[in-house]
């Protein structure tokens, strides 16, 4: 399974960026994903988890991001975006998406991770 984010980027303070989240098969075919979450992980500091989505659109926040972040989906295209406003400062860390599973023609597919995207913000 690969898992490619993108749209990290530099922002100043208070600006917006829209992070996406692709999954595919080097070969055959994703049936269905579950739950899909973005993860961030700052210098120095364990990985946290930022949003979660579940297959019918139902989503949760961390305390930190609520009202500012907000996640979504596309099952079709198998693709996952987290819509960050109003960045500060402690969003600055590396972001990354996952999946817990998907169901494909080559089996069941558990705990797919991308690279990660860096976010850096500046006040």
């Known amino acids: 399974v690969h898992v490619v984010e993108s749209g990290g980027g530099s922002v100043l303070a208070g600006g917006s960026l829209r992070l996406s989240c692709a999954a595919s098969?080097?070969?055959?075919?994703?049936?269905?994903?579950?739950?899909m979450y973005w993860y961030r992980q700052a210098p120095g500091k364990p990985r946290d988890m930022v949003a979660m989505i579940g297959i019918g659109g139902d989503s949760q926040y961390a305390a930190s991001v609520k009202g500012r972040f907000a996640i979504s989906r596309d099952n079709a295209k198998k693709e996952v975006y987290l819509q960050m406003n109003n960045l500060k400062a402690e969003d600055t860390a590396v972001y990354y998406c996952t999946i817990a599973r998907l169901a494909t023609s080559r089996g069941p597919r558990y705990d797919a991770w991308g690279q990660g995207t860096q976010v850096t913000v500046s006040s």
């Open positions: 098969l080097s070969s055959g075919v994703i049936f269905s994903i579950g739950d």
